[in-house]
């Protein structure tokens, strides 16, 4: 009795063998992607982005991003952007609520944008608004939404912007209401 359960048991043996060598030993197979499902994700992220001469060009920091292979964009949730000068000196601060970062370099802001200007010496200030976008090659910003800039003793509004982050200007358009401040010495 003791034989023939060792040969019932060496015959499954023998069995399972030959199944994982001939299908069981396959690669699995990887799910085809869902199309508008992102290639990868991930929370709290830090990107880091250098120029061709390899100094610092920006950082921005996310709670969440998501990166889409079909059209290279790459989605960012509460996105805390810091941009650099050619000297390697942080110059702006960016943040919104929601924020997509195309293949061609250009970030659509969206929900409470606000960019504050860290350089003490800057005539402009602030912007806020809720829609913006800003080529990040150029540093050109844009928005075609209510803007209010503030300044050096002065408060703007504007429903349109242009302007240049590198430059540190901002010309308002449409319906401009600017109020200035003097204060006494």
Do not use: C
């Amino acid at each position: 009795m003791n034989i023939r359960w060792s040969l019932f048991l060496g015959a499954i043996a023998l069995v399972l063998l030959g199944w994982l060598a001939t299908n069981g030993g396959n690669e699995p197979t990887v799910p085809a992607p869902v199309q508008g499902d992102p290639s990868f994700w991930g929370n709290n992220m830090l990107t880091v982005v250098y120029d061709p001469t390899g100094k610092l060009h920006y950082k921005l920091v996310s709670t969440k991003v998501k990166y889409y292979a079909e059209n290279g964009n790459t989605d960012f949730s509460q996105p805390l952007m810091t941009l650099y000068s050619a000297e390697g000196i942080p110059i702006w601060m960016v943040q919104a609520k929601d924020a997509v970062l195309t293949k061609d370099k250009m970030l659509y802001l969206k929900g409470d944008v606000e960019v504050n200007s860290l350089t003490p010496d800057s005539q402009l200030e602030k912007l806020e608004t809720t829609q913006a976008t800003i080529n990040l090659t150029t540093q050109d910003i844009t928005s075609d939404t209510k803007v209010t800039v503030y300044g050096a003793n002065f408060t703007s509004v504007g429903l349109k912007m242009r302007g240049n982050l590198r430059n540190r200007t901002a010309e308002l358009q449409e319906q401009v209401k600017s109020y200035y401040e003097i204060k006494k010495p």
